[in-house]
């Protein structure tokens, strides 16, 4: 093969496919270095440790000969995370995101979400349980359900091991961003022996009654043009259900403990199943939520389809 000759589409086409070839054979070798540490395999080769055997075999790292040792006594209980990581269909690197949040309970789960997502949404996905776990234990057994469920969550959550923290009015003052005559309006109202706190309650309140309101509008005009039989419903979001979703949520995803800006509109009653985008089943997402909201999406697609089979199995 003329390498020169080649084009550009073919050569990149070219890089490609042996770039790959190489990941995934590096990741089917790292995965049988816990095997060749228990039976001393690099030993009995010449080399004196397993750190050398790897680096000079396929150029792999201590740290990373390390990494893959410490997961295999970590997933020793855990086989379908065990069983990814010793045939290296998943590398190293994205098993080490959810390893701290495994457990023989959820394994299963964490596998097949491994496979389909990016490292990004896995250390996401593992920080979110964290934080779960952590409220849970704070609120002494009124445990919430999964952040990626309970998109109501309203906790800021300290890190851990952090010190209470008790805010100044100043720095609360400085974190709402209120301008000088915003600050100058609500000083002279308390001045005048004005309850700030009702007030601003009831604003809120109206605020949530209101949008509420529409969004129930809004819904029952989507319900009525359903039913004309002429009328097909788009995969499209339409726009008043999107200046709705802006209006409640603001522009930062639903995920009450990330900050990031929303990228993605996502139906938590599957739009394939209700044929419909109700403004109470959509919630902004960045990114890495709304990957992991459709991967806990397919998780569950796939138990009811083996729960299914168990079904039809014990009818036979």
């Known amino acids: 093969m003329n390498i020169q000759s080649l084009s550009d589409k073919d050569l990149y086409f070219l890089c ?3 770039g790959d070839q190489a ?21 009995k080769h010449g080399f004196p440790s397993i750190f050398e055997f790897a680096a000079k075999m396929a150029g792999v790292s201590e740290n990373q000969v390390r990494l893959v040792l410490n997961l295999e006594k970590k997933f020793s209980d855990k086989k379908d995370l ?3 990581l010793i045939s290296g269909e998943v590398g190293i690197n994205k098993l080490a995101k959810i390893a701290s949040i495994a457990t023989p309970e959820n394994q299963d789960t964490l596998a097949r979400q491994t496979k389909i997502l990016p490292c990004k949404a896995l250390e996401t996905l593992a920080r979110d349980k964290r934080m779960s776990e952590f409220v849970s234990a704070a609120q002494c057994g009124n445990s919430d359900q999964s952040l990626h469920v309970n998109l109501s969550l309203k906790q800021n ?3 851990v091991n952090s010190q209470p923290k008790f805010e100044t009015f100043e720095s609360v003052i400085e974190k709402l961003k209120l301008s000088p005559e915003i600050q100058k309006r609500l000083l002279g109202l308390q001045q005048k022996g004005i309850d700030l706190n009702q007030l601003l309650k009831e604003f809120l309140d109206e605020r949530e009654e209101k949008i509420e309101n529409e969004k129930a509008e809004i819904a029952d005009q989507l319900e009525e043009k359903s039913k004309n039989p002429d009328s097909k419903t788009s995969r499209s979001i339409p726009a008043s259900v999107k200046r709705i979703i802006q209006k409640e949520h603001g522009t930062k995803c639903a995920i009450s403990t990330c900050q990031k800006p929303s990228e993605h509109l996502h139906h938590t009653l599957r739009f394939a199943m209700s044929q419909s985008h109700d403004p109470h089943y959509i919630a902004p997402l960045c990114r890495q939520h709304h990957l ?3 991967s806990i999406d397919r998780n569950f697609q796939s138990h009811i389809a083996r729960s299914d089979q168990k079904v039809a199995i014990n009818q036979e």
Do not use: D, M
Request: without cysteine; positive net charge.
């Open 16 to 18: 490609k496919k042996y």
């Open 23 to 43: 990941l995934e054979w590096r990741r089917k070798f790292i995965g049988l270095l816990p095997e060749v540490n228990q039976r001393r395999l690099f030993e």
């Open 292 to 294: 992991i909201a459709h």
């Open 82 to 84: 065990h069983q990814l």
């Open 157 to 159: 959550l300290p890190e």
